[in-house]
């Protein structure tokens, strides 16, 4: 995992967590955590998962286009969630995250693509897919460890199978 590759004590941070799987994984690693979604209920589930593991991690329920960089991060993921907002928003959002990272710090974000058209039942939830390859392009002045591109399908908990398309990347601030 690119995490490895940053020496403790650092600072993390799981831009869009969701219920917080990265956040969890990251503070579990020794990480000075800090995590924000939009969603209350994923704010709600992981800071109890966090007090059952005993994991100190600073979650805050918070749009990411709101969200306050306290500090410089070593580490910060951002997946899944850049599409869900507008196209005209997220340049900002990365811009923001790239300058509240450290020299030498990790981005891992990953965002899906319009290689695969959005889900029928999802329509209107995805307002902001990249084109193929866009998302590399942000990050054209730091190195780049991975990036990936791929296409894959997903079974949701309603039964629905989606086919989806997406881009991830994993760059050091030079």
């Not at 928003?89 to 710090?105: D, F």
């Not at 891992?108 to 590399?136: C, H, I, S, Y």
């Amino acid at each position: 995992m690119a995490a490895a590759k940053i020496k403790l004590p650092a600072k993390a941070l799981d831009l869009g967590c969701g219920e917080g799987r990265n956040a969890l994984y990251l503070a579990g690693l020794g990480f000075e955590t800090s995590a924000a979604d939009i969603s209350q209920s994923g704010i709600e589930k992981l800071k109890k998962t966090a007090d059952e593991l005993r994991l100190d991690i600073d979650a805050e329920i918070c749009d990411m286009r709101q969200y306050i960089f306290k500090h410089p991060f070593n580490f910060i993921v951002c997946t899944g969630c850049l599409h869900l907002i507008r196209r005209d928003e997220w340049p900002a959002v990365i811009t923001r995250m790239k300058q509240a990272t450290s020299r030498g710090g990790i981005h891992v974000v990953g965002a899906f693509t319009d290689e695969a058209p959005e889900p029928e039942d999802q329509r209107g939830l995805m307002v902001g897919l990249f084109k193929e390859g866009e998302l590399f392009t942000y990050y054209q002045d730091w190195e780049i460890i991975d990036r990936k591109t791929y296409v894959f399908e997903d079974l949701h908990p309603t039964g629905a199978r989606h086919k989806h398309a997406g881009n991830t990347i994993i760059a050091r601030k030079p």
